[in-house]
């Protein structure tokens, strides 16, 4: 079994900032890909960034400049540093990885989703 844990959501006035982090646990061989995700009320869920195996990172384009996402492999701990937050980033936000198990499974595993509400 594997679980995707978040954490470190909460609410923040504009401008300030967050730090999220996904645990993974469990029956882990090795973890590819890692990214953020959130869903907005009313909206569908969107890419917010994503980390290789090797460190490599995307973002989309409404968060570059004020996001970073970063990781531990040995901890298969990820972070997302959330700067100059606006009332518009406010979602759950939810954490991925694309893993294979120790038992010889690949799948993408998800988190329950933490809640990021920015407003004054």
């Known amino acids: 079994q594997v679980a995707l844990v978040e954490s470190g959501g909460g609410l923040v006035q504009p401008g300030g900032s967050l730090r999220l982090s996904c645990a993974a646990s469990?029956?882990?061989?090795?973890?590819?890909?890692m990214g953020w995700y959130r869903q907005a009320p009313g909206k569908e869920r969107e890419l917010v960034a994503t980390i290789s195996s090797g460190g490599s990172a995307q973002y989309a384009d409404f968060v570059k400049g004020r996001f970073a996402i970063s990781r531990d492999n040995t901890k298969n701990t990820m972070w997302l540093q959330m700067n100059s937050l606006k009332p518009e980033d406010t979602a759950v936000y939810y954490c991925?990885?694309?893993?294979?198990?120790?038992?010889?499974?690949?799948?993408?595993?998800w988190g329950q989703g933490t809640q990021v509400t920015v407003s004054s």
């Open positions: 469990g029956n882990i061989l090795r973890i590819n890909v």
């Open positions: 991925n990885a694309d893993l294979r198990t120790w038992s010889g499974s690949a799948f993408r595993s």
